[in-house]
T-cell receptor, first 113, second 114 residues
Framework: DTAVSQTPKYLVTQMGNDKSIKCEQNLGHDTMYWYKQDSKKFLKIMFS???????INETVPNRFSPKSPDKAHLNLHINSLELGDSAVYFC????????????FGAGTRLSVL | AQKVTQAQTEISVVEKEDVTLDCVYE???????LFWYKQPPSGELVFLIR??????QNEISGRYSWNFQKSTSSFNFTITASQVVDSAVYFCALLNTGGFKTIFGAGTRLFVKA
């Protein structure tokens, strides 16, 4: 049973479209994250949610809108996709007290044409 | 400000060689966590180790060992007798206690040739 699962694994779309990526964790963690990994492998946090509340928004354009319907889910919706949005997006989760280790999903490779 | 520096962009070794990946961090906090993650060619991010700032004991796990030195703000990772399967990008990361933001280094790409 996958601990952090995100779908889809690949997403190819045209500029200007809107798309969503879903993430679910079954670890019982209270915090979830979205990261963007660019073509040079640099990993940067985008958002962090704790108990469904937005904690961190790292100056991400407001075309990106995360939604956390419950503690186990954190979805990412992207409006008006641009070429520069092409990247791998990782979802992660952790428990803020205790082990604090972040566990990552397998990633979603987004290609904007 | 928090920062993680992995100065080695790429390292290439021949199988069975030992290799050390360097990580230097900056933080003003006295309590924090350090991590190493592995990203193999398949793309997933695999947790390797967590170390908290109060525990400076070195750790060994099989062929992997970690050297944490607070005095030099370093958390280096050594692979002994490297294998082709060790080929991956390795990330060092820093999290302040009570924080929700993990800062990752730029990663070191390790090539292990047969």
């Amino acid at each position: 049973d996958t601990a952090v699962s995100q779908t889809p694994k690949y997403l190819v779309t045209q500029m200007g479209n809107d798309k969503s990526i879903k993430c679910e964790q079954n670890l019982g963690h209270d915090t979830m994250y979205w990261y963007k990994q660019d073509s040079k492998k640099f990993l940067k946090i985008m958002f962090s949610y704790n108990n469904k509340e937005l904690i961190i928004n790292e100056t991400v354009p407001n075309r990106f809108s995360p939604k956390s319907p419950d503690k186990a889910h954190l979805n990412l919706h992207i409006n008006s996709l641009e070429l520069g949005d092409s990247a791998v997006y990782f979802c992660a989760s952790s428990q803020t007290s205790g082990r604090v280790i972040q566990y990552f999903g397998a990633g979603t490779r987004l290609s904007v044409l | 400000a928090q920062k993680v520096t992995q100065a080695q962009t790429e390292i290439s070794v021949v199988e069975k060689e030992d290799v050390t990946l360097d990580c230097v961090y900056e933080t003003r906090d006295t309590t924090y966590y350090l991590f190493w993650y592995k990203q193999p060619p398949s793309g997933e991010l695999v947790f390797l180790i967590r170390r908290n700032s109060f525990d400076e004991q070195n750790e060994i796990s099989g062929r992997y060992s970690w050297n944490f030195q607070k005095s030099t703000s370093s958390f280096n990772f050594t692979i002994t007798a490297s294998q082709v399967v060790d080929s991956a990008v390795y990330f060092c990361a820093l999290l302040n206690t009570g924080g929700f933001k993990t800062i990752f280094g730029a990663g070191t790409r390790l090539f292990v040739k047969a």
